[in-house]
């Protein structure tokens, strides 16, 4: 379904029907260059909505080669209905969610 979804997206005929229903939405406002927002949620019945921000080079110190490194970062945002999800479980898919994009190889 996710591939089907996003060739029609990439070929510009998504429809209507094909937007109807999720639970979960992801935000590019990056595309457009912007650094942070906070997406809100406005169809039922989305519980969650992810936005990434603008990728971009930001300098680090980094103690394991004792020097400093451009690492990509961005900044994500997560909204969510207080009435499907609680703070607890949105924080923990927080954490979850950056470790994995840290420790991406």
């Not at 060739?7 to 912007?34: C, M, P, Q, W, Y």
């Not at 990728?55 to 994500?76: D, F, G, H």
Request: proline share 3%.
């Amino acid at each position: 379904e996710v591939q089907r979804l996003t060739t029609k997206a990439r070929d510009n005929k998504l429809e209507k029907s094909d937007l109807e229903g999720g639970t979960f939405t992801i935000s590019n406002h990056g595309v457009s260059g912007s650094l942070i927002a906070t997406p809100i949620i406005i169809n039922q019945p989305q519980s969650a909505i992810l936005g990434i921000g603008k990728l971009e080079n930001r300098v680090k110190w980094s103690s394991e080669t004792q020097s400093m490194l451009a690492i990509p970062c961005c900044y994500v945002t997560l909204t969510i209905d207080h009435r499907a999800l609680d703070g607890y479980q949105a924080n923990q898919y927080m954490m979850a969610f950056v470790e994995f994009l840290e420790n991406y190889d």
